[in-house]
């Protein structure tokens, strides 16, 4: 079965706000990474963390690890519309970049 | 100037032909994948190849064939195809060594009439 599980499957807030979105897995990971996928788009990745770490920052995205609750989180801060994209968490239990990706959350970012 | 490419970008075709996806990177990576991602956006690995080797092999059915002429390639050939078939198959590489981010390309939306 899948190893990443998103929270909420869809969000939907205006410019300005924050979104955050929430990933489990179910067994140990060597690290988490999340993507971005606009409509009719390939992923692009967006931030990597590894099992060791509890957060990451990269300009307006904040990522956190809890790995006692095999949980992680993905927080935009300010959002723009050009956010609106369907997000997934990627979980490497190898460490040899073999990933498994949960079904993501649809946001959309309204002006 | 595009990282990963993908051929064709659509694919329209009958039950039961047998059909290929193209995939190039030039980002000079040594492990190229392949993914499915179904109606509902699940994304699942397929194969994943370093060095022109194959590595890992998901449960697919022997009907999807992976090619790999030149570690910069990898192409995929799906023989009898049939209604199940149809979804988006992404094409990514990524660097050797682990702790490496993917590269995607735009997928190739294969429809099965």
């Known amino acids: 079965s899948q190893q990443g599980e998103e929270d909420p499957q869809a969000l939907s807030i205006q410019e300005g706000e924050n979104a955050t979105m929430n990933c489990s897995y179910k067994?140990?990971?060597?690290?988490l990474q999340w993507y971005r996928q606009n409509s009719g788009r390939g992923l692009v990745h967006l931030i990597l963390?590894?099992?060791?770490?509890r957060e990451k920052h990269s300009g307006r995205l904040r990522v956190t690890l809890d790995t006692s609750k095999k949980s992680s989180s993905l927080l935009i801060t300010a959002s723009r519309a050009a956010d609106t994209a369907s997000y997934f968490c990627?979980?490497?239990?190898?460490?040899?970049?073999?990933?498994?990706f949960g079904k993501g959350t649809m946001l959309l970012v309204s002006p | 100037d595009t990282a990963v490419s993908q051929t064709p970008k659509y694919l329209v075709t009958q039950m039961g032909n047998d059909k290929s996806i193209k995939c190039e990177q030039n980002?000079?990576?040594?492990?190229m994948y392949w993914y499915k991602q179904d109606s509902k956006k699940f994304l699942k690995i397929m194969f994943s190849?370093?060095?022109?080797?194959?590595?890992i092999n998901e449960t697919v059915p022997n009907r999807f064939s992976p090619k790999s002429p030149d570690k910069a390639h990898l192409n995929l050939h799906i023989n009898s195809l049939e209604l199940g078939d149809s979804a988006v198959y992404f094409c990514?590489?990524?660097?050797?060594?682990?702790?490496?981010?993917?590269?995607f390309g735009d997928g190739t939306r294969l429809s099965i009439l």
């Open positions: 990514a590489s990524s660097k050797d060594g682990g702790l490496q981010p993917q590269h």
């Open positions: 963390i590894r099992s060791n770490e």
């Open positions: 990627a979980t490497d239990t190898s460490g040899y970049s073999t990933l498994t």
């Open positions: 980002l000079g990576h040594d492990t």
């Open positions: 190849y370093n060095n022109k080797e194959l590595i």
């Open positions: 067994t140990s990971i060597n690290n």
